[in-house]
């Protein structure tokens, strides 16, 4: 099995397995929402697209976020401390982010794709494995031309050891999240936290769920539901 890892401005090219990483937050929160009893999430890359999927299927929500917030008409952010208070069962949700749905529709060429965080790494392993791929590409969603993403990167090296039949301490993988650069922006700010701690908590909840989210395309939308691998 070969590893190969990429970010959003390449993804378009990557074939084979692709396994889409947003530590914090998108896709721990997508985990909180299953969690919750959502039948299955939309990504979307536009703001403009998740609204008039709603606007065209009474009963659908809109999560997600643009600079960390949800933006007017969304139903909710992209906080799983604010999901996990919520009762979604058997709804549809349309998700929109910065960073992990953009990964999802710009990675085009993909055989297989699965969304992954920490919250559902055994699982998302298990799935890998299923198909026995000669190859899986990481799609790490957070970093940019400025760095970052290294949250997206320690979860990404953290399936790739044990893809590779290793079994690695998840500790340091966990505490690289804590010490990442969007960690210390969002929750550490000494003057003004953005966002609340207890969301990184979830972030870093090692396989919370015994799911993983593949992601499949209908009637030309991509579409993530979970699966129990």
Known sequence: MKFHYTNLETCG???GMVVVIDVIRAFTNAAFIFSKGAEKI???G??????QFKSQNPGVLVCGEVGGFPPDGFDFGNSPTEVNELDLHGRTVVQRTGAGTQ????SIHADKMVAASFVVANATLRHIQKYSPEQVTFVITGATASGGGEEDKSCAKYLEESLKGN???PAPFLERVRKSRESMEMFFDPIKP????SDLDYCIYLDAFDFA?????ENGRFVMRTVKP
């Open 13 to 15: 090219e990557a074939t």
């Open 42 to 44: 939309y990504p979307v």
């Open 46 to 51: 536009t703001v403009e697209e998740a609204l």
């Open 103 to 106: 990964g999802i529709v710009r």
């Open 167 to 169: 079994r690695p301490d």
């Open 194 to 197: 953005l966002f609340p701690r």
């Open 213 to 217: 989210m593949p992601v499949t395309r």
